[in-house]
């Protein structure tokens, strides 16, 4: 079992920046790959970026690449998204999740274990 905690969500204007935190519980937080995922009111969940659990490589949906990075520190069993140019369309949940079948997974049915979410609002 993993347990996840997003953290760092909030309010911020078009052009600012923010990053969230995904604190896994768990020994094997190296072992699994993680993503992020969000969900605008009214909108079906959609993928924003995963890292795998082996080399670290990454993926990110097309909307975010070039603003958006990811990355995990296993030593703190913990996966970040820096968010950079924000835009108000940007504004969703967003949670995070975590997977053990795929290296680089990028689907929802992909992932195993999800956070409750944090919820990220720009303003225009």
């Known amino acids: 079992q993993v347990q996840l905690v997003e953290s760092g969500g909030g309010l911020v204007q078009a052009g600012g920046s923010l990053r969230l935190s995904c604190a896994a519980s768990?020994?094997?937080?190296?072992?699994?790959?993680m993503g992020w995922f969000r969900q605008a009111l009214g909108k079906e969940r959609e993928f924003v970026a995963a890292?795998?659990?082996?080399?670290?490589?990454?993926y990110y949906a097309d909307s975010v690449k070039g603003r958006f990075t990811i990355s995990r520190v296993n030593a703190k069993n913990t996966v970040y998204l820096q968010m950079n140019s924000l835009k108000p369309e940007d504004t969703a949940v967003y949670y995070c999740?975590?997977?053990?079948?795929?290296?680089?997974?990028?689907?929802?049915?992909?992932?195993?274990?999800w956070g409750q979410g944090t919820q990220v609002t720009v303003s225009s």
């Open positions: 999740a975590a997977g053990s079948r795929i290296l680089l997974p990028q689907r929802a049915n992909e992932f195993d274990y």
């Open positions: 890292i795998s659990w082996s080399d670290g490589s990454t």
């Open positions: 768990g020994r094997t937080f190296s072992r699994y790959a």
